[in-house]
């Protein structure tokens, strides 16, 4: 079941403290209706009472989806104490194969998640950013964020002469790459994360290819 407490946050604006609502475990199979409001962000952003800023709020959050067997765990504070992490992945153990994936933050939660609702592979789809990182100059910080016909598409960071800081963009990334990342994994079995929860991310790709 879902697991909703309260904590304290200050507002990015006024600086005036309130206490808000913390959903430390989602079971969407429980309470649907969180599910979207995990997938556009809304479930971690509070509004000040005090001067109306929209502030987004970290803690940590466990995703629990039992019907598509996964657990997504949210820890933008670094791991938990092991005895937590432990009792968690037996609850896992014991329902099942599931796909087991930690995340530092809202963002990259909803990322992993449309990933999955969209039935691809994380470690593929962190091999495409990779590729993609290598064959466009300049462009950084790439997210999944849906399906286009033949093309997966992603917002990312093009720095450039003219814009130095960096303009966010989105970019069409064929699925022919995705398979030949795909191909990789395939051609070799022993890349794969590790048992249990783990990170899938950019690092996870370094630590593969080094």
């Not at 479930?43 to 970290?58: H, I, K, Q, R, Y």
């Not at 966010?168 to 795909?182: A, P, S």
């Given at each position: 079941m879902s697991i909703i407490t309260q904590g304290a946050s200050v507002c990015s604006k006024c600086g005036k403290e309130h206490i808000v609502k913390i959903y430390k475990s989602i079971n969407v199979a429980q309470d649907p209706e969180l599910k979207a409001k995990v997938l556009d962000g809304s479930?971690?952003?509070?509004?000040?009472?005090?001067?109306?800023?929209?502030?987004?709020?970290?803690y940590d959050c466990l995703y629990h989806d039992p019907e598509e067997k996964i657990m997504v765990w949210m820890l933008p504070f670094g791991e938990p104490e092991g005895a937590e992490k432990t009792a968690i992945m037996n609850q896992a153990r014991a329902m099942g194969e599931y796909r087991l994936r930690i995340v530092k933050n809202a963002g990259d939660l909803m990322e992993k998640l449309?990933?999955?609702?969209?039935?691809?592979?994380?470690?593929?789809?962190?091999?495409?950013?990779?590729?993609?990182?290598?064959e466009m100059p300049g462009v950084s910080r790439l997210h999944f964020y849906r399906m286009q016909d033949d093309a997966m598409v992603f917002s990312g960071m093009r720095t450039s002469?003219?814009?130095?800081?960096?303009?966010?963009?989105?970019?069409?990334?064929?699925?022919?790459?995705?398979?030949?990342?795909?191909?990789?994994l395939t051609r070799n079995p022993d890349i794969a994360s590790a048992e249990g929860f783990c990170t899938v991310d950019a690092a996870w790709v370094d630590s593969i290819l080094s």
């Open positions: 479930l971690f952003l509070w509004e000040c009472p005090d001067c109306g800023t929209s502030n987004l709020v970290a449309i990933i999955f609702e969209s039935g691809l592979d994380d470690r593929c789809m962190e091999l495409v950013k990779y590729v993609a990182g290598k002469p003219e814009h130095p800081q960096g303009v966010m963009e989105g970019f069409g990334i064929g699925l022919n790459v995705y398979e030949d990342c795909q191909g990789i």
